[in-house]
């Protein structure tokens, strides 16, 4: 069974960073592109950042580009998003998902709210 | 970018009927349009993939058409379950895009 499960989420300030992390089970990690979607409270999903299998290309909204930055460990069946220079307009739960061109599998989510 | 235009915004109907929604996008992208459904207070799940193709595990009432920039999900008898959100995304190019939704409620 293909389990995504995000953690690292929570209330961070305006201008600070944050780490959101999510590990994969359930499939070869190691052969699938992933990538990361977001939702801010009541609207509709985002695209953020998706990354090849091997890491070796990675792909950002513009909004985000030069602030959150994509990575993967295949050792470990993790992917990561980092998060610098965060704004309130990133409040948003995000979603680790298993990128097949579309978005086969989804991590239950995680709250990331940027207030003062 | 381009842009994918989901109508109606809200779909009001009667468990047993059929319905089609409708996503259109800005341009056109051969059959790069995949649909989810977000039931309240859950992760998206992946409906049809490529505008047509079933996905494993999700009921035959669920289907997918169109190519180019007209698309449509049906669903043939809607049962309560079926009332959620429902988005159309493309993966023609980047940045990927989704639609904004269409609301099944009951009426």
């Known amino acids: 069974e293909v389990q995504l499960v995000e953690s690292g989420g929570g209330l961070v300030q305006p201008g600070r960073s944050m780490k959101l992390s999510c590990a994969a089970s359930g499939f070869t990690f190691s052969s699938f592109a992933m990538a990361w979607v977001r939702q801010a409270p009541t609207k509709g999903l985002e695209w953020v950042a998706s990354i090849s299998y091997d890491g070796g290309n990675t792909y950002y909204r513009d909004s985000v580009k030069g602030r959150f930055t994509i990575s993967r460990d295949n050792a470990k069946s993790s992917l990561y998003l980092q998060m610098d220079s965060l704004r309130s307009e990133d409040t948003s739960t995000y979603y680790c998902?298993?990128?097949?061109?579309?978005?086969?599998?989804w991590g239950q989510g995680v709250m990331v709210t940027v207030s003062s | 970018d381009i842009v994918l235009t989901q109508s109606p915004a809200t779909l009001s109907v009667t468990p047993g009927e059929s319905v089609s929604l409708s996503c259109r996008a800005s341009?056109?992208?051969?059959?790069?349009i995949h649909w989810y459904q977000q039931k309240s207070n859950e992760s998206p799940r992946l409906l049809i993939k490529f505008a047509s193709q079933s996905i494993s595990g999700i009921p035959s009432r669920f289907s997918g058409s169109g190519s180019g920039t007209d698309f449509t999900l049906s669903i043939n008898r809607v049962e309560s379950e079926d009332f959620s959100v429902y988005y159309c995304q493309q993966s023609y190019s980047l940045p990927l895009t989704f639609g904004s939704g269409t609301k099944l409620e009951i009426k």
């Open positions: 998902a298993k990128d097949t061109v579309s978005f086969d599998y």
């Open positions: 341009q056109g992208i051969s059959t790069s």
